[in-house]
């Protein structure tokens, strides 16, 4: 029997087919960047994210993504292992 992963952990398989696509749609690019569909509308239509309308469908290229990502300073934290909080545990004393 399979694991169950964790709600908010992307299936791995799932991040690497979404990392070969060169062009993604609203809840794919969302699923990438680990956001939520309505994030990236905002973003589109802020002038933030740049996208192309093809009738309904808003279609973001790859490209664009990682210029926008690129563009931020915020990393995702380190995964919570014994070391880390270990770590986390040091810095609060």
């Known amino acids: 029997m399979k694991p169950k992963a964790a709600k908010h952990q992307p299936d791995l398989e799932r991040l690497e087919y ?8 609203a ?9 939520h569909r309505d994030e990236i509308y905002k ?3 802020s002038g933030r994210l740049r ?3 093809f009738g309904k469908k808003l279609v973001f290229s790859r490209a664009e993504l990682d210029r926008f990502m690129s563009g931020h300073d ?3 934290p380190d995964p919570m292992t014994p070391a880390v909080r270990r770590e ?3 810095r609060a004393n």
Do not use: F, M, P
């Open 27 to 35: 809840g794919e690019a969302a699923e990438l960047i680990r956001t």
């Open 51 to 53: 996208c192309t309308r």
């Open 43 to 45: 973003l589109a239509n």
């Open 18 to 25: 979404l990392k070969a696509l060169e062009y993604l749609d």
């Open 74 to 76: 915020h990393h995702a």
């Open 88 to 90: 986390l545990a040091a």
